[in-house]
């Protein structure tokens, strides 16, 4: 999430936060980011594109989850999201160039008003949703091929052969969240969207190819309907073999989901990425993935941060990013496949508990606020969100809490 508002909006705000500041004697927001409800300032997510490009010059994709739109959702206008789009593409093809391969995906926070989706059989203005996909296509198009951007137009998904045999599915799940409230005039609309992915899955299959799918709500969350996250769950095992990765956003935490069979199990992960966000109490983080060359699988995972309270010390220099850990190696695990990630879970709830103090820490990219006042409870709970892929089916989040206090 990004507070990439400008010119007049942007002293407005800070003239009015400052009204706020002094009659509440609160301490204006630091300049790097901030602990509160503050999201990030447009600096921010340039210094980390930039630092990106200059730490990690062999990166050949790079996957944005979404939302580029500030928490202000009641400030919100068609010409702030389109200039925020357009600068967010704009700067990370002029720091990447055309060596950089970059497949972006629909967050909640795009459209206008914020959360709303409407479907494609709505084309009234004002009502419609065309618009943000129309505006996408154009805006993204140096990424896209002319089927991309015909599947973009039509319903903000798209599908990409970015390598012989990697096949990358953009998928618009937002049409399936609990605020989109277009979900009671047209419940079946987000049918359409899963129709859409089974069809490029089966394609897919059929040529032999492996699939990212690339979300931005990720499956599980109170924030997808009940329906689609079952019926996802369905998809996901019917293609489990063809499908080599998730990634999700939307939570600003770090964080991974495991699907399993109805047998139970573990078939799939989805990854959570994070975000160059700071709303609320969270470290900004980015994440570089290493793949198998054939299978296309993550074959190791690496967390990089800065700390709010060490940038914010000294506000004319760079932050300091730094490896946060490495999936692998800091866990003790061999690998990351859905078995090895389903052991490791267990494993926090029985004979290695100091991997749940780690993985709960890391769960807010080891922020100054929130990782130290985290109790059992609030461990547990972020443990299950890992097992839990349908909504309100808790059955292997009630084995782990069982297993914590035998």
Known sequence: ???????????????????GFQSRNLEPAGYWGDYRNCDSPIWAFDDAVENIKQNHEDIDILYYIGDTIDHG??????????????????????TFGNNVMVVPVIANHESQPTNQFAPSSIAAPKLNTTWLYNSLADKWSPYLTQPAKTSLRKSGDFSLLVKPGLRVISLNNNVAYKYNWWLLYDPLDAKNHLDWLVQ????????????????????????????????????????????????????????FKIFYSPEGTPINVAWGGGGIVTYSFYNLNYKIVNLHPQTYEPVRIQNYIYNLTEANLTPDKRPHWFLLYD???????????????????????????QMLDIYAAFNSKLSDILW??????????????????????????NELVKLFYL
């Open 327 to 353: 999936m692998t190696s800091m866990f003790e695990i061999s690998d990351l496949s859905p078995k090895t990630m389903n052991d490791l879970v267990y494993s926090m709830v029985t004979d290695r508990r």
């Open 200 to 255: 490029e899955l089966y394609n897919a299959e059929l040529k032999g190819e492996k699939v990212h799918i690339l979300a931005h709500i990720p499956p599980g969350t109170q924030d997808l309907t009940y329906t689609w996250t079952r019926e996802y769950n369905k998809i996901v095992n019917r293609f489990s073999s063809t499908i080599a990765a998730e990634f999700n956003g939307h939570t600003h935490t770090d964080e």
């Open 1 to 19: 999430m990004l507070n990439l508002s400008l010119g007049q909006k942007m002293r407005n705000l800070y003239k009015n936060a400052a009204i």
């Open 372 to 397: 130290p006042v985290c109790d059992n409870t609030c461990k547990l709970n972020i443990l299950c969100s890992t097992v839990v892929t349908v909504l309100w089916d808790r059955r292997k989040c």
């Open 73 to 94: 959702v009641w400030e919100t206008s068609y010409e702030l999201i389109n200039e925020m789009n357009q600068y967010l593409i704009e700067k990370i093809r002029n």
